[in-house]
Structure formats: C-alpha cells, structure tokens
C-alpha cells in the first residue's frame, strides 16, 4: 500500500488496477503465495493472492453465481459436484443452495486460503461446514488425474493461469475432466476477459470443442477483474447449456432465468473468436 492505495500487480493484466484502502486486515505468507485481504473504500473487504484481486464483497456474488449457477440450472438434477479451487467458498456457497447435491468435492491447493477466508469474509464462507462437504487440499490436476470417481459437474474456480494454476487450462486438464464425468456432466471454468484475453479464451473453447460433444460460451460484466468482459467457458457431454433444465428456484441477487438465456456470446461473436 502507499498513501492508502493499494496497486494490484497482476501478471496477466496489460493494466494496473489502484484501489482506495480504509484497512489492512490480514496479512500472511503461505506455503504457496502471499494472502491479503483489506478494507476497501468502494468495494469493502477484499481478497489478494500474490498482489491481485481475486473477488472483493461489493461484486463477488455476480462472478460466483454465473460461474455456478448456469451449469447447476442446465442439469435436471445435479448430484454430485467437484469444485476445483475456490477457497474463498463463494462457489461453495452457490452450489449447497441446490438440495438436489449430495455430495460435493472442494479441492483448494492452500488451506490457508480457507482458513482466512472462514475469518475475515463470512458472507462467502457460509458452507464449510456443509455435511455434504469434502475438502481436500491437494493440486486440482493431480486430483483429476487420479480421481476414481465421477461428476455430474465439475467447476474450476481458479486464479489466472499462471503459476500453479497454468495446469488447469492445458488439454489435458479438460481431457481428464472428460473422464471424470458422468455421460451427461458438465464442465465450467472461469476463462478470462475477452477484451484482454481473446486468444486465450478462443484457446481453451478448441481445447473444449475437441473434447466435449458441445463446448460454449457466456460472459457478465465485473467490475474487479482487469478487461472487465468476463468470460466463462462450458463444456457438456449432451446437454445444451444455453437451455436451462429447471427454473431458478434459489436465491440469488444476479443470476435469473432470463439472464441465463441472454449469457451467452451471440452465434455471429463467437464464430468471429474462434476464427481469430
């Protein structure tokens, strides 16, 4: 921080972003990265990993609620669920409003990450104590590699893909999340922003549309993220992502039936990204 403005420093961002600070209110290192989470003026508390923001309290509901709840609403009745990543629990949180899950698997590399967020942002970590919970702290690609088990969905809750987090964007990746689904599962990452990251989201869609027997696209607008035109990506063994099995029947303050019909990248954009 320097006069109570905090730069982020993220590698994978042509900008940088500054942000009015009322506070520090923890600060640590972990075995994996750096953890920090500060009292935002406008965006109130925040969550940094290695210098950037990975959601703040204002916006974090939009990301983890597009990020969740469009697959979970393609699925008729979703069972079992892996998250890969998410500490914080937001995407947690989304996932243990369906009473159709019975079983949920969270695979966070750090523990830390959990345990901080368990303290200092309860509005996300609302379900750690879910009986329905399975935590494991291990690396997600390992996981996925060795899992013996399969998903109805599979939701990958990552930071940006570099550093440890560069393996879960790989093919291989996808291709043993392909194993671990069941014949009608899906599969949703956050993807990046298409006005900073256009390659690498036209990157992973081939990746998908190899794999999956449909691969496709939604976005929402972010306030947090640098490039702002966030991007998410699907993949599906038979189901149509785009038609929403059941109607919205959760809380939710962002995600709804017509904003679910109305994600997705219209047919004309998408076919100009993935001839780029």
């Not at 393609?74 to 996932?95: C, K, T, W």
């Not at 967020?117 to 997600?140: K, V």
């Amino acid at each position: 921080m320097q006069d109570l403005v905090f730069f982020e420093r993220d590698p994978f961002s042509p900008i940088r972003y500054a942000y009015e600070v009322k506070g520090q209110l923890h600060r640590e290192q972990s075995q994996f990265q750096e953890i920090l989470v500060l009292d935002l003026a406008h965006f109130g508390r925040a969550l940094v990993l290695d210098g950037v923001v990975q959601l703040t309290e204002r916006d974090e509901y939009i990301y983890h609620e597009m990020l969740t709840q469009v697959a979970l609403h393609s699925h008729p009745s979703p069972e079992s669920v892996l998250i890969v990543g998410g500490g914080d629990g937001g995407s947690l949180r989304e996932v243990a409003k369906h009473e159709t899950v019975t079983s949920i698997d969270l695979v966070e590399l750090d523990p830390k990450v959990v345990e901080v967020c368990r303290r200092f942002l309860p509005t996300l970590a609302t379900s750690f104590d879910d009986p329905r919970l399975s935590t494991s702290h291990t690396d997600g690609a390992q996981f996925l590699k060795q899992a013996d088990q399969q998903y109805d969905l599979i939701i990958v809750d990552c930071t940006d893909p570099v550093g440890p987090a560069q393996a879960l964007s790989t093919r291989e990746f996808f291709a043993d999340s392909v194993s671990c689904l069941k014949p009608d599962g899906m599969f949703v990452a956050q993807t990046e922003s298409l006005h900073f990251h256009r390659h690498f989201v036209a990157e992973v869609q081939r990746y998908l549309s190899q794999l999956f027997p449909i691969a496709d696209l939604y976005t929402a607008a972010l306030a947090t993220y640098a490039g702002n035109w966030w991007t998410f990506s699907v993949g599906s063994k038979s189901r149509d992502p785009r038609t929403q099995a059941r109607m919205c029947q959760v809380p939710a303050r962002y995600y709804s039936d017509d904003v679910h019909a109305q994600s997705f990248l219209p047919g004309s954009l998408y076919r100009k990204l993935m001839q780029e």
